[in-house]
């Protein structure tokens, strides 16, 4: 079961990550996890909206497990697949918990949202994919992944703003201490030495869940052109968090520009995989991607 929900977590983010692209609030949210107007996304990706907060690459991980889980002997039964538990058994689920409070995500707009996941679906197989596939061969993991840290480390300011909006401390503290770290000893953001030096976990929070955690509903579902799977309060929220992104406030329009579609090629090359196996085994795309956004988004809320 768990391992399923990890598969789920991560076809979610690949699903976000529709969303991602060219948005001027794309890191906002992330997952959203690095996602939608939520990162897309979005614990998604990245942070469009629905991250993001913001994207791992917890899926190439979940990917390198099944290969090493597949690669035992065959002829050998009493061989044990290999996966080193010790390595992952701290990844967050969001879907953790019960999910039986889960309340219905209203989807009025259905036969307009169906109409708009299929033109952003053939925005994403035509452009998108492509391009991240490319990025992804050639740009080294190793860069992708400081070029990860160093967007999630900028994303400072917003999740700061919202762990103080629901009073919570701790959060703040994690948030500013990560920032001051990551900043100086990780070269600007590049390496997560708070994470993987002091053990300070990353905080994964936004307008959109300060606004979950004070009562404010939902809204009933949406699917917008380019931007993904939404909701009234995530739009409103996403726009909130857009005047604190550092693109927005410290650099001219044609670099913040640039430097958004580069987080989001990033984010996606981690994904590209993910979001074709959810392509292959879905049964309904378009409901599983707002199921997904909705039990993700509530997760965050509620964690």
Known sequence: MKDFRKTRTNFLRAIFFLAFWLSPFSSVNGAVANGFIAEVGAEV??????????????????????????????????????QDSEDYEDMEDPFAGDTEELPIMADPFEGYNRW???????????????????YRDTVHENLRVAVKNFFSNAMAPIKLVSSLIQLDFEKSGRVLARALINTTLGLGGLANV????????????????????????TGPYVVLPIFGPSTVRNIFATTVDS????????????????????????DASFLVEDKKQLEESALDEYE???DFFHQYRYGLVKK
Do not use: W
């Not at 990245?46 to 002829?75: L, Y």
């Not at 604190?244 to 989001?264: C, D, Q, R, W, Y």
């Open 288 to 290: 599983s991607t707002r």
């Open 194 to 217: 708070a994470g993987e030096e002091y053990g300070i976990e990353d905080v994964d929070e936004d307008f959109d869940q300060a606004m979950g955690h004070h009562g404010v509903p």
């Open 243 to 266: 005047f604190m992104h550092p693109t927005v406030l410290f650099a001219p329009n044609t670099v913040s520009f640039g430097l958004m579609v580069e987080e989001n090629i990033n």
């Open 45 to 82: 990706g990245t942070n469009i909206f629905a991250q993001t907060s913001e994207v791992t690459i917890e899926s190439e991980v979940t990917i390198e497990i099944e290969k090493r889980t597949s690669a035992g002997n065959p002829d050998d039964s009493s061989s044990t697949p290999y």
């Open 116 to 134: 708009m996941f299929g033109v952003n679906e053939t925005i994403y197989d035509n452009l998108l994919e492509p391009v991240a596939e490319g």
